[in-house]
């Protein structure tokens, strides 16, 4: 039989399951851990939206951010996009093979380099230019607006050499 604690709900919104950890579940009341599945939640949700956005321009979320650093940081090579994204080597050689043969984006290799260099294709700049104006205006319509100091403190997360 299942005893009160057992349909108990604490801050964290999940009961307690027969034969789980009290002492598990109380990590999640830590600030920080509340914090941190905040922000998980919000960009879920977020991410969940824009996603939604992007398909409906025939657009997918990798995609998108492919054509996105291509455009306002120039030529990358294969491993720089893959490191940006935060995939692997072969999962970024996937997505740019088939962008390529889409004629969106081409293969340079610059003189004395032996490593190929990716860049917009004029086909890879207007679809951008088209899909990156209407993507603002959802960003801006489901993103909050941060504080300063907020920002500082996500940016200084984000930068954190701990990962």
Same mark, same amino acid.
């Given at each position: 039989?299942m005893g009160?604690?057992?349909?108990?709900? &604490?801050?964290?919104?999940?009961?307690?399951?027969?034969?789980?950890?009290?002492?598990?579940?109380?990590?999640?009341?830590? =600030?920080?851990?509340? &914090?941190?599945?905040?922000?998980?939640?919000?960009?879920?949700?977020?991410?969940?939206?824009?996603?939604?956005?992007?398909?409906?321009?025939?657009? &997918?979320?990798?995609?998108?951010?492919?054509?996105?650093?291509?455009?306002?940081?120039?030529?990358?090579?294969?491993?720089?996009?893959?490191?940006?994204?935060?995939?692997?080597?072969?999962?970024?050689?996937?997505?740019?093979?088939?962008?390529?043969?889409?004629g969106l984006?081409?293969?340079?290799? =610059?003189?004395?380099?032996?490593?190929?260099?990716?860049?917009?294709?004029?086909?890879g700049v207007?679809?951008?230019?088209?899909?990156?104006?209407?993507?603002?205006?959802?960003?801006?319509?489901?993103? =909050?607006?941060? &504080?300063?100091?907020?920002?500082?403190?996500?940016?200084?997360?984000?930068?954190?050499?701990?990962?």
């Open positions: 039989m009160a604690m057992a349909t108990k709900k &604490s801050k964290t919104n999940f009961a307690l399951q027969p034969g789980r950890s009290k002492e598990l579940r109380m990590l999640l009341e830590h =600030p920080e851990v509340r &914090s941190w599945r905040a922000l998980m939640g919000a960009f879920k949700a977020i991410f969940t939206r824009l996603e939604k956005g992007l398909m409906a321009e025939d657009c &997918s979320v990798s995609r998108f951010q492919i054509l996105f650093y291509l455009y306002f940081e120039g030529d990358l090579p294969a491993i720089a996009v893959a490191r940006k994204l935060v995939v692997t080597r072969g999962n970024i050689t996937m997505f740019l093979r088939r962008m390529e043969s889409d984006i081409k293969r340079i290799i =610059p003189p004395g380099q032996k490593r190929p260099l990716f860049t917009l294709t004029k086909k207007a679809l951008f230019e088209k899909v990156f104006p209407p993507h603002i205006e959802r960003v801006r319509k489901w993103s =909050p607006t941060l &504080s300063q100091d907020t920002l500082l403190l996500l940016r200084a997360v984000g930068q954190s050499g701990d990962a």
